[in-house]
């Protein structure tokens, strides 16, 4: 089965950094993605880790430790355009395709 | 720009009159996907396609069907739609391959049935 989990709701100061942690347990595991998703909005792609550690991309970093079934994204000099959900996602392949299950996502809201 | 693209952004239907949605694509990609999207849930996979070969999940209720006559377009087709299927459906694109590939989502269409 499939098991991806989530905090449901962040607040955050703007200028702050924040962590928000995902864990999972799937029967397949293939990479781990980050998504941001405004309201109403389509997912953005904010990061992919397959190996253990940690991947640096600006303001965003995530790390996965495949062992624990864990990875967390943080942000960094939090600005009031980054209240978002974001969602994890866990990728198992198929062959042919990558397939996504999504964890239900953390609802950041940044303050002033 | 290469996009995903969703038609209608907002579509309403009545209970039980079969209604269908559109995703285009200008990536070129060979993998493409339908995701429903209920409110404060999770996107959850409906079925993709590789090339022409379709491939439905177990949990996707037979109401629910897909055509995709070409690389470019891909349609989902709800052909009785419940009012549980109120929803936003994503469709994205992929390539395919064991290294990374990115799914590139549309920006959805937002279903209401009353």
């Known amino acids: 089965g499939q098991n991806i989990d989530q905090p449901t709701e962040m607040t955050a100061t703007e200028g702050a950094i924040v962590q928000i942690n995902c864990t999972y347990q799937?029967?397949?595991?293939?990479?781990l993605f980050w998504y941001q998703q405004h309201a109403g909005e389509a997912p953005t792609f904010l990061s992919y880790?397959?190996?253990?550690g940690l991947e640096e991309k600006g303001r965003f970093s995530s790390f996965l430790s495949r062992s624990k079934g864990y990875s967390y994204l943080l942000l960094k000099e939090l600005q009031m355009k980054d209240s978002a959900s974001y969602l994890c996602?866990?990728?198992?392949?198929?062959?042919?395709?990558?397939?996504?299950?999504f964890g239900t996502g953390t609802r950041l809201q940044v303050t002033l | 720009d290469a996009m995903v693209i969703q038609n209608p952004r907002y579509q309403v239907t009545q209970f039980g009159k079969p209604v269908t949605l559109s995703c285009s694509q200008t990536l070129n990609h060979n993998v493409m996907y339908w995701y429903q999207q209920k409110s404060s849930q999770a996107p959850k996979l409906l079925f993709h396609?590789?090339?022409?070969?379709?491939?439905n999940e177990a949990d996707t209720p037979d109401n629910f069907q897909s055509r995709r006559p070409n690389t470019s377009f891909c349609f989902l087709d709800i052909r009785s739609p419940g009012l549980g299927d109120a929803a936003m459906y994503l469709c994205a694109t992929s390539t395919t391959g064991l290294t990374y590939n990115e799914q590139f989502f549309g920006p959805g269409t937002r279903l209401t049935v009353l």
């Open positions: 996602a866990v990728r198992d392949y198929t062959g042919t395709a990558s397939k996504l299950t």
């Open positions: 799937t029967s397949g595991f293939n990479g």
């Open positions: 396609y590789y090339d022409k070969d379709f491939n």
């Open positions: 880790n397959v190996l253990d």
